[in-house]
């Protein structure tokens, strides 16, 4: 078998596999934040960061959700790294952003978080600030989900199909889970624009 078909193999398990109610009740979630007028905030590393970046615009101009994420501003994320350490950039800009109960706060990661292996503390340190304030958790992870599938009120976990292949498929899979989200009629508001200019068969 070649590699390609192995891995479109593997990504077709992981689609059949992925748990729709855990889906649904992120969506209520979301719903529920826009609702009272709270704001998402996305947390994300490396490419999860990436991710992040995109799936702000997709909140904003799709759902009409007030959004946010803390790696798009470089020089602030740049500066508190090196002034006071990384493992606190997210709570500092969260603090700095008056994170409160009518937020929600959004992890797109491979892992979750992992204070005992120092895998992504700044994710770890961020949802504990959360659920201090009584701001809502939801997640799109990887693996077991680590921290945050421990403490959100809603989460999507990619399923391992192959543990060679944990970090591409999970973080694949971030953007097919949220345009899902994005889709869903409890949140889409706006046309997105090629379905606007097709018309319908």
């Known amino acids: 078998m070649s590699y390609a078909i192995q891995h479109l193999k593997e990504t077709a398990e992981i689609v059949a596999k992925l748990n729709a109610a855990d889906c649904e009740k992120c969506v209520a979630e979301l719903r529920a ?4 007028g709270g704001r998402l905030f996305i947390l994300g590393v490396g490419g ?3 991710n992040a970046s995109h799936a702000v615009n997709d909140f904003r101009k799709i759902a009409g959700l007030e959004c946010y994420a803390p790696t798009d501003n470089v020089s602030e994320l740049t500066a508190r790294t090196n002034d006071e350490g990384w493992a606190s950039v997210f ?4 603090r700095g952003s008056r994170l409160n109960a009518k937020d929600c706060v959004m992890v797109l990661s491979v892992g979750g978080g ?3 292996k120092n895998v ?3 994710l770890v340190t961020a949802l504990q600030l959360a659920k201090q304030v009584g701001a809502r958790v939801i997640g799109i992870v990887g693996k077991d989900g ?3 599938a421990k403490v959100a009120d809603a989460c999507v976990i990619v399923p391992v199909v192959n543990p060679n292949n944990v ?3 999970s973080e694949a899979f971030q953007a097919v889970v949220w345009h899902l989200f ?3 009629p409890d949140l889409k508001v706006n046309q997105t624009k090629w379905e606007s200019v097709t018309p319908k068969a």
């Open 146 to 148: 680590g921290y945050t």
């Open 114 to 116: 992992n204070l005992e």
């Open 120 to 122: 992504s503390p700044n």
């Open 91 to 94: 709570i500092e800009w969260l």
């Open 33 to 36: 934040v826009r609702e009272r």
């Open 167 to 169: 970090t591409p498929h």
């Open 48 to 50: 999860s960061a990436a």
């Open 182 to 184: 994005v889709s869903h």
